[in-house]
């Protein structure tokens, strides 16, 4: 099929992109849509020129134009304009929406809260909490993967890292879920003010419990934000509640759907190269690599985007001051002239780890150590104690959530074997 067939909002395009995206590396690696107001960019070499020039390329508006489908529409309602005033103070652009010289300032913070040797720390809890997820379901010889394990793992450790007490998790879960609801995609105002809602009790809780690590400081991510100081043109000073909030959100929302997303994906791509699970299993010591592979063939955030600074020619194609452009991850990690067969899941791919699906450069993502940790010790447990994963025939066969920022499955009902 050539280019101009395709629509990239196509529901079934989001289900399968790759077609699309060999015919965006054959035709327009560069690929200008008017009427989105968009430029695609998808090979290796181009994204990765792209990422690592920020003062080229703006993170401003780090998940894209508020015209594209899915983004909340002005309406005449006044409450619920209030309600998204209010809300938006977390939106203060911290980390994904900032450039330089902020960015760094901001990412320095983060990276302590986030650093290997704290990552590390988290081994043993990270590892009580699969064993508990797998212990809910291991007797039953079925399971939905993804609402059961995947979704349930990165919640809970970043409600760990905020000081939700074990007892209060079920609520905490429930209310961030929602908080955290209707991001690109399509909502009703009823839905929006329902999100909004939760997102402010949420952001009041998060409040108090800043003001205890100050009084009380404890070794978790929280801790460190609501006592840290920033880096200014003048003095240093503490962050204030809109940067602790705008951090915090972004944690929540990049730590938890990403990462549950990759484990879901995982094992969907298990079940379908048994050769390769065959290959995991008889060495366990490939669920490094195979982690690596998973997020280049199967890439969690599919696409972000960037806006241009001034005039430049990228690949050739000359771009106006104020292009915005969607950067796809997952295209560039399905680039053959990168990548060889680069459609196959191959558990020992000599160059797996150097995909894009952390993107590069200074947005490289800063809870790629935390994420790979989490889904290591997943899959180190999941298959010392199941075997022969298949998938469960009384249910449908697993569909995507149609998203186009992120790639992941809406469920995957599988029935397995204790090992
Ligand atoms: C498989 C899991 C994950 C994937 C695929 C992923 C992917 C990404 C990508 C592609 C970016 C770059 C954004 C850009 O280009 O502008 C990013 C940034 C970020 N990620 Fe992740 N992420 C994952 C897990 C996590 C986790 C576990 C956390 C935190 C708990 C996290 C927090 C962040 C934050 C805060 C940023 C913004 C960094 C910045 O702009 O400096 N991510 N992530």
């Known amino acids: ?27 327009a690696p ?30 401003g508006l780090a998940t894209g134009p508020v015209d594209l489908p899915g983004a909340f529409d002005e309406d005449e309602d006044p409450e619920l304009t209030e309600l998204r005033k209010k809300a938006a103070r977390s939106g203060v652009p911290t980390l994904l929406a900032a450039d330089p010289p902020f960015h760094a300032r901001y ?21 009580e909490i699969v064993t ?70 949420f952001q009041e809780w998060l409040l108090e419990r800043a003001e205890e690590r100050r009084e009380n400081p404890k070794d978790d991510i929280l801790t460190t934000l609501a006592t840290a100081e920033l880096e200014t043109d003048d003095e240093p000073r503490p962050l204030n509640d809109d940067e ?4 915090i959100e972004q944690l929540q929302v990049a730590g938890k759907e990403t990462t549950a997303h990759l484990i879901g994906s995982a094992m969907l791509l298990f079940i379908q190269n048994p050769d390769q699970l065959t290959k995991v299993q008889r060495d366990p010591s490939l669920i490094g690599n195979m982690i690596e592979e998973a997020l280049r063939t199967e890439t969690p955030v599919r696409a972000l985007f960037r806006t241009t600074t001034r005039e430049v020619t990228l690949g050739g194609v000359p771009l106006p001051k104020g292009t915005v452009l969607m950067l796809i991850y997952a295209a560039a990690n399905r680039d053959e002239c990168e990548f060889a067969n680069a459609g196959d899941f191959e558990v020992e791919r ?31 447990e999941v298959l010392k104690r199941m075997k022969h994963f298949r998938l469960d025939p009384d249910y449908p066969e697993p569909k995507r959530q149609t998203s186009y920022i992120l790639r992941g499955l809406e469920e995957l009902h ?4 204790k090992a």
């Open 1 to 27: 099929m050539a280019l101009t067939d395709f629509n990239l909002m196509d529901p079934q395009t989001l289900e399968c992109p790759y077609p699309f995206y060999e015919a965006l590396h054959e035709e």
């Open 30 to 59: 560069v690929h200008l849509i008017p009427e989105m107001g968009i430029a695609v960019v998808s090979t290796f070499e181009l994204l990765s020129e792209v990422v690592h020039d920020p003062k080229t390329y703006s993170s």
């Open 107 to 127: 990412r320095s913070l983060v990276n302590k809260a986030l650093s290997a040797r704290r990552v590390a720390g988290m081994e043993n809890y990270v590892r």
């Open 132 to 201: 508990d997820l797998i212990d809910g379901f291991i007797n039953n010889g079925k399971v939905d993967f993804t609402k059961e394990f995947a979704d349930e793992l990165p919640m809970s450790v970043v409600a760990d890292q905020i000081g939700v007490p074990r007892s209060g998790l079920k609520e905490f879960k429930k209310r961030a879920d929602l908080a955290i609801g209707g991001i690109e995609r399509q909502v009703t105002p009823e839905e929006e003010r329902n999100v909004l809602q939760a997102k402010l009790e």
């Open 244 to 247: 602790i909030l705008s951090i």
């Open 350 to 380: 000599e160059n797996a780890r150097s995909h894009l699906a952390f993107s590069a450069g200074p947005h490289y993502c800063v809870g790629a150590a935390l994420a790979r940790l989490e889904i290591r010790v997943a899959f180190e």
């Open 414 to 417: 599988i029935q397995f074997e």
